[in-house]
């Protein structure tokens, strides 16, 4: 098992918290909403999100409950190694507060599409742009 400095949130922790927000925003809820549906201050849902405190089973149980997602939800995609975790924090660290905004508003958008056929090609569509962007990046 690696390391970990004392005051640093555990990558499973932080990995969880993550997963527990990005749900919450796909339903579009607010903290404070999950934080009362589960007993807690929006403050604790902040910190369980963060990583900066671990979320008990029932506790997570109970926000499975309210997030309509089974409890094995939040450990799905969990990478086997600490550099793969350390990787997808350095991506979202280099992200400045805007485009971490529109990413989760996308992905609201696309989660609040319920017919899978639209989805699909909602990425098609995007994987043709980001096509074209590449090509035409690389005449310039």
Same mark, same amino acid.
């Given at each position: 098992?690696?390391?970990?400095?004392d005051d640093a949130p555990h990558p499973i922790d932080a990995y969880v918290g993550g997963r527990i927000r990005l749900r919450r925003v796909q339903l579009g809820m607010s903290q404070t909403a999950l934080a009362e549906r589960i007993g807690v201050s929006f403050q604790a849902v902040q910190k369980y999100e963060s990583g900066d405190i671990r979320i008990s089973?029932?506790? @997570?149980?109970?926000?499975?409950q309210? @997030?309509?997602?089974?409890p094995a939800y939040f450990f799905e995609g969990y990478p086997d190694s600490l550099a793969a975790a350390n990787l997808a924090?350095?991506?979202?660290?280099?992200?400045?507060?805007?485009?971490q905004r529109e990413i989760m508003s996308l992905i609201r958008g696309f989660y609040g599409i319920r017919d899978r056929h639209v989805?699909?090609?909602i990425l098609r569509l995007i994987a043709r742009l980001?096509?074209?962007?590449?090509?035409?990046?690389d005449a310039a």
């Open positions: 098992m690696a390391e970990t400095k089973a029932s506790r @997570l149980y109970e926000a499975a309210v @997030l309509e997602a089974p924090q350095a991506t979202l660290d280099a992200m400045d507060a805007p485009q989805q699909t090609e980001a096509q074209r962007a590449g090509a035409t990046e």
